[in-house]
């Protein structure tokens, strides 16, 4: 029932704070109060959002005067079950608020005293941290170059290691693809540890190939000496700039936040933006989740390419974009979309779409849904020069041409195996779980009981995704996709340990 209050120990670490001052994620086993509330998006349901047990006070303070308001204790389900001490600050914060209507100020000035001594306490230690990684990377005297970079059939794998972390790069050759970082203790371990998964690499076939020129270091001169100076002082100017700003407005949080990312997020970001415009036009989307680009950046991305952003899932949205860890978290947005048949795709499908200067196939960047359950927006001219990678990328590899007419048959040899999906695949999502459900099986969109193989890749295992991390909680075997390719082709399964991701 709506209108009710739920005091409880939040059993994960995934809801953010709902108060508009806050918004920060509210720790596994912290005191939060939930507030129950009907769901717009589905009638006669209702939905919870959560709160600090100060944010809700400071929410409810700003509320119509109908809004029903926490008076005591006994508005809080769940309060009695509560530990004595957090039982006895509760009651506190609720007395303050109750008695103190006309003495705010002072405690708001110090809460925000508090709030900036400990940023900037923040921005120290964060400081400090640069500069100790600057300074052991500068040590090593020279920009970091490749240790190795391997091709297998249309995708590549590479490899950098730059002081005490190695950065493996892979995706599907002529794109950027994505990055994995993994710190060790020293820089020797580092490239230990690199070299193994070099190893690892070539006993699955992958070969060494000549350095494209699109994945070279900036300013091709490859080890080349860094000027210590020059290096910290280009990198700390964006952080002192936006610092003054901040104090300028009063946002410093924000401006830190902005600053930490800043690193990861300028290549795409600038990647995309050198697109020309159009290229999403027609095209209504909706986001769900945190993604890599600030959501700012990310609305004007798409507006300036002709897109429009809707803040629901309505009628009018044809794209969900969010990520695995929100469908696991099967948010508000996930379920509209999912009973709307609206395709939920990952960040990327927007950016490289914006890059490319045209829609790129859906089904490279689905995360769940039915890709043909939307008709995208007719390419203009301008974008005809894709045209032909996009058609090389859309052709499926020999093993999925055999594994697909054996599924025409008679036999089922999925039939009742239920799996799961995690990171991508060299066969198209679309036309891999269309594979699995001809050949009798079913896809299931996250790791539950009924799951009994997530295929994944090496890369996937190695980020620690949330499916992977699920399956090996239950012991199900990772299996790479060749497993139900080959159990297709061949009508029956094959043994996964043959096929194991390690």
């Excluded at 099986?441 to 997530?454: C, D, I, P, Q, R």
Aim: hydrophobic residues 35%; charged residues 35%.
């Amino acid at each position: 029932m709506a209108g009710r209050y739920i005091i409880e120990y939040a059993s994960s670490g995934r809801a953010s704070c709902k108060d508009k001052d806050c918004k920060e994620k509210i720790p596994k086993g912290a005191l939060r109060v939930g507030r129950v509330v009907a769901n717009p998006f589905a009638e006669g349901e209702d939905m919870t959002t959560y709160y600090h047990v100060a944010c809700i006070i400071s929410t409810l303070s700003r509320a119509r005067a109908t809004t029903k308001k926490i008076e005591s204790t006994a508005d809080l389900e769940g309060f009695d079950d509560l530990e004595e001490g957090d039982q006895e600050e509760v009651e506190e914060v609720l007395a303050n608020a109750l008695s103190g209507k006309g003495k705010k100020a002072a405690p708001k000035k110090k809460a925000a005293k508090k709030a900036k001594e400990e940023e900037e306490e923040e921005e120290e230690e964060e400081e400090e941290e640069e500069e100790e990684e600057e300074e052991e990377n500068d040590a090593m005297d020279v920009e970091p170059e490749p240790l190795c970079y391997l091709e297998q059939d249309t995708k590549y794998w590479m490899v950098t290691v730059h002081g005490k972390e190695f950065r493996a790069r892979y995706g599907k050759i002529g794109a950027n693809g994505q990055t994995s970082i993994k710190a060790w203790d020293s820089h020797e371990k580092a490239l230990k540890e690199a070299e193994k998964l070099k190893a690892a690499k070539e006993r699955k076939g992958y070969s060494a190939e000549e350095l494209p020129d699109y994945l070279k270091p900036s300013g091709g001169g490859g080890g080349a000496k860094k000027p210590k100076k020059a290096a910290a002082a280009k990198k700390a100017a964006p952080k002192k700039a936006a610092a003054k700003a901040a104090k300028a407005v009063g946002t410093k949080r924000k401006a830190r936040d902005d600053d930490d990312d800043e690193e990861e997020e300028a290549p795409k970001a600038k990647r995309a933006k050198t697109a020309a415009g159009g290229a999403l036009d027609g095209v209504t989307l909706c986001v769900s989740g945190t993604l890599t680009l600030k959501r700012a950046e990310f609305e004007k991305l798409v507006k300036d390419n002709g897109g429009t952003m809707a803040k629901t899932v309505s009628n009018a949205v044809q794209y969900l974009v969010s990520t695995e860890e929100e469908i696991e978290s099967a948010t508000t947005k996930i379920s509209a979309a999912r009973s709307k048949g609206v395709p939920i795709v990952s960040e990327d499908f927007i950016t490289e779409s914006i890059e490319n200067g045209s829609l790129l196939d859906l089904a490279d960047y689905l995360l769940e849904g039915d890709a043909d359950a939307v008709e995208a927006p007719k390419p203009k001219a301008k974008a005809a020069k894709a045209k032909p990678a996009k058609k090389e990328a859309a052709k499926p590899k020999a093993a999925a041409k055999k594994a697909s007419a054996s599924s025409g048959g008679g036999g089922k040899p999925l039939a009742g195996v239920t799996v799961a999906i995690s990171g991508t695949l060299s066969t198209k999502r679309a036309e891999f779980q269309k594979m699995i459900k001809e050949a009798g099986g079913s896809v299931a969109g996250s790791v539950t009981n009924a799951v009994k193989f997530l295929v994944t890749t090496e890369e996937e295992l190695e980020k620690g995704t949330t499916k992977t991390n699920a399956a090996q909680d239950k012991g199900l075997p990772l299996v790479s996709e060749d497993f139900i390719l080959e159990s297709i082709e061949a009508g029956e399964l094959k043994d996964p340990a043959d096929y194991a991701v390690e």
